[in-house]
T-cell receptor
């Protein structure tokens, strides 16, 4: 079993809709969690950290469920510019593990 | 323009060539990383330098040779590569220590390498 798993998608979502995807991690000792965004043929960029209490940044909400060992990303009122690959990143003992990413296509 | 600059952006090299990738960070970070991103695979960590010392080498073939002359610069020297080494090579930096990774990594734009 991979340490960090994501549904590769693609998720095809109409503009304005709400979309959510999860990332599961296998090691309960994982300490910190992040969502990165990667546009086609570009470098990954930090979208947001994920805190235990859940956190929101504009249209984006991230949540952590330690009991079930997953993190989630919710995007409200999706925009065409949200089309990208979203990478789940887990930090365990200063080892950084990236998921394969979930591809999101926002449809006009 | 990010705080991490990589050159060249694109590189085509033959299997007998020797080339180097360069990474420079202007963020005052104390750790730098080389990652490889192949199609349909997750990012693969290759090398980690913390305070200019190599702290991790993830079983990378010796045809890849990193160099970190100071905390702002990182090189990846390439020689006798194989076509399967074609990939996007990303440099990243971070501030190590304590909970500092909570600020995440900053990636460079990458070098897209094609080995012919």
């Amino acid at each position: 079993r991979k340490e960090v798993e994501q549904d590769p998608g693609p998720f095809n979502v109409p503009e304005g809709a709400t979309v959510a995807f999860n990332c599961t991690y296998s090691n309960s000792a994982s300490q910190s969690f992040f969502w990165y965004r990667q546009d086609c043929r570009k470098e990954p960029k930090l979208l947001m950290s994920v805190y235990s209490s859940g956190n929101e940044d504009g249209r984006f909400t991230a949540q952590l469920n330690r009991a079930s060992q997953y993190i989630s990303l919710l995007i409200r009122d999706s925009k065409l510019s949200d089309s990208a690959t979203y990478l789940c990143v887990v930090n365990r003992d200063d080892k950084i593990i990236f998921g394969k990413g979930t591809r999101l296509h926002i449809l006009p | 323009e990010t705080g991490v600059t990589q050159t060249p952006r694109h590189l085509v090299m033959g299997m007998t060539n020797k080339k180097s990738l360069k990474c420079e960070q202007h963020l005052g970070h104390n750790a730098m990383y080389w990652y490889k991103q192949s199609a349909k695979k997750p990012l693969e960590l290759m090398f980690v330098y913390s305070l200019e010392e190599r702290v991790e080498n993830n079983s990378v073939p010796s045809r890849f040779s990193p160099e970190c002359p100071n905390s702002s610069h990182l090189f990846l020297h390439l020689h006798t590569l194989q076509p399967e080494d074609s990939a996007l090579y990303l440099c990243a930096s971070s501030q190590e220590g304590g909970q500092s990774f909570n600020y995440g990594y900053t990636f460079g734009s990458g070098t897209r390498l094609t080995v012919v």
